[in-house]
């Protein structure tokens, strides 16, 4: 399985950007997928996960209500929209694809890791 994450870039705070990470096997729909990033001098941590069938997600309580998984089983593709920027989410974003139909925070739960895109929210 590759995981191809893109949609990164340079936004100013309070902008928008929408990640994408497109998955290379039709295995896609069978699991859970996560976000993930990791900001400069700091350990990865959890953003968002949705359920196999994009019935459930679940979000870390500092991107609640500013960002939203989704995903569409038919382009083998999970998408980040990311509203309300602050430059504290600036980090590189991976994406993940879970062991599982559902998923949580643990990395543990996540077979394979995309390349990462850099997201950089200036202030």
């Known amino acids: 399985v590759q995981l191809q994450a893109s949609g990164g870039g340079l936004v100013q705070a309070g902008g928008s950007l929408r990640l994408s990470c497109a998955a290379s096997?039709?295995?896609?729909?069978?699991?859970?997928m996560g976000w993930f990033r990791q900001a400069p001098g700091k350990e990865r941590e959890f953003v968002a996960v949705i359920t196999w069938n994009g019935g459930r997600t679940y979000y870390a309580d500092s991107v609640k209500g500013r960002f939203t998984i989704s995903r569409d089983n038919a382009k083998d593709t999970v998408y980040l929209q990311m509203n309300s920027l602050k430059p504290e989410d600036t980090a590189v974003y991976y994406c993940?694809?879970?062991?599982?139909?559902?998923?949580?925070?643990?990395?543990?739960?996540?077979?394979?890791w995309g390349q990462g895109t850099q997201v950089t929210v200036s202030s």
């Open positions: 993940a694809q879970a062991r599982g139909v559902v998923a949580g925070a643990l990395e543990d739960e996540y077979a394979y």
């Open positions: 096997r039709r295995t896609f729909r069978n699991n859970a």
